[in-house]
């Protein structure tokens, strides 16, 4: 016959069960069998114990790409890393043009 | 069996209710002891008497109804106790929640039934009393007989 099932329970006001002699103290975290905790709790004695937390890991940093909203002070809008990557991938950028703005492809007019 | 006195006796109160009402439903429950008892009741039931007179004879009786009964076991007033606990949380129950009850005679027999706690009031007399409470408990189902083993 196996043992019957024992629930952990947090004890609201401290008491006694007179058929067991168990004395029980308000705050305390015992295991109860699960049918004798139904008539504690039932009673308002106990309430089921919050599940144990794990502790929190801290979270890796991840590195997240932001936006610059306005041009770094000095310049055109644009670097000439980023000038060469458009080339690279065969787009030209107006100069001034803003670097936060999605890549469109402009073709300036031929002069002369 | 010889008989007894009534010392030893104990009454117990669990908020769940059997499967089956028998023996076997009943002692699957998780009961607790309510303490500080000093008196349980009558337990058994009694059927209404149904008359029907002859014009010719004597007057026929017939079982009607049966009734179970009410038991009013008194205690000395504990608030620690948990079973007191669950009696006078069974009293304050305004629904038709149906408790099951123990009560287990000095021999070791026991009788099971499911019933409703009306009411836990307190008593206070005199200087040299105790702190009473007497509850009622109406019984509402056949009452299952464990005899001792």
Known sequence: ?????????????????????????????????????????????????????KP?????????ATRRSTPRRGSTGTS??????????????AAGARTDRPHRITIPPRSG | ?????????????SAANPATQDAPGYAALAFTEVGQIDKIGSIGGVFAKVE???????????????DYGSIQPS???DEADAGQTLMRTAA???????????????????????????????????????LMATSTIEISTPIVKVAAS
């Open chain 1, 1 to 53: 016959m196996t043992a019957p099932a024992k629930k952990k329970a947090h004890v609201i006001s401290s008491f006694t069960d007179a058929g067991t002699g168990e004395s029980f103290t308000a705050d305390a975290t015992p295991m109860i069998e699960a049918g004798v905790f139904a008539n504690y709790e039932a009673a308002g004695l106990v309430r089921a114990a919050a599940a144990e937390r």
């Open chain 1, 56 to 64: 929190r890991t801290p979270a890796k940093s991840k590195a997240t």
């Open chain 1, 80 to 93: 000439d890393g980023a000038r060469r990557r458009c080339q690279q991938v065969g787009t030209q950028r």
């Open chain 2, 1 to 13: 069996m010889a008989s007894s006195t009534a010392a030893g006796s104990a009454l117990a109160i």
């Open chain 2, 52 to 66: 029907f007179k002859l014009l010719k004879g004597p007057i026929q009786k017939h079982k009607g109804s049966v």
């Open chain 2, 75 to 77: 205690m000395a007033n």
């Open chain 2, 92 to 130: 304050a129950d305004a629904t038709s929640k149906l408790y099951s009850f123990m009560v287990t005679y000095p021999t070791g027999a026991k009788r099971y039934f499911g019933g409703r706690v009306f009411g836990f009031p307190e008593a206070t007399d005199g200087a040299d009393s105790i």
